[in-house]
């Protein structure tokens, strides 16, 4: 049975994800509140590991949802029910390349789904930022939850790379590996 629902949740999420990776995160979000599977906290783990991870930021995360819900067998089912949805899109959409191509609908539709990627996109952005410097506290509690060290970390690491980024500083950018090994640095011993 769990593997039935891991298959129908992750269809459902790939099907209505629309904009990558980070699209994910409030249906992975519903999921951790539906299932004990994961928990909201384990969904900062996941973004972590699946944005330091090659390969597809939403692809790593189903796989490490789905490991942890049924082990290497829930890990390929959540990671291909994911990915089936948009598979079969682009199946359909090649069969109909020519017809889709003048459409004035899809051209409406698609300027439509572009304000919801960015709606999605920032729930995502919203999501993280309560569950990283708020410890994922409800609403009214946000002020009394507040992760001073990961405010002033990031901080810290977001204007080190701003300032690096500087074309007077180019011979010192670092590699994103950098900042994410002293981020984790960082986060093991604060």
Known sequence: ?????????????GLFAVGGGMATIPFLREIAEK??????????????????????????????????AG????A???????????????????RMMTAFRDNKYVNYAFTGLRPAV????????????KIAFCHDAPVNELLNNIDIKAIVLFIIMFLTMHILAAPR??????HPVIYIAVGAIAGIVL
């Open 1 to 13: 049975m769990t593997y039935l629902q891991l298959f129908f949740e992750f269809f459902k999420t």
């Open 35 to 68: 299932y004990p599977w994961y928990t909201t906290a384990d969904l900062i783990d996941m973004i972590a590991i699946s944005e330091s991870t090659p390969g597809p930021v939403g692809v790593n995360m189903a796989t490490f949802a789905g490991y942890m």
């Open 71 to 74: 082990s290497f067998l829930g």
């Open 76 to 94: 390929l089912v959540a990671t291909l029910s994911l990915v089936l949805p948009s598979y079969l899109v682009i199946l359909i959409i090649a």
């Open 118 to 129: 960015v709606a999605l996109m920032g729930s995502a952005a919203l999501s993280i930022f």
């Open 169 to 174: 500083f180019k011979r010192y950018k670092l």
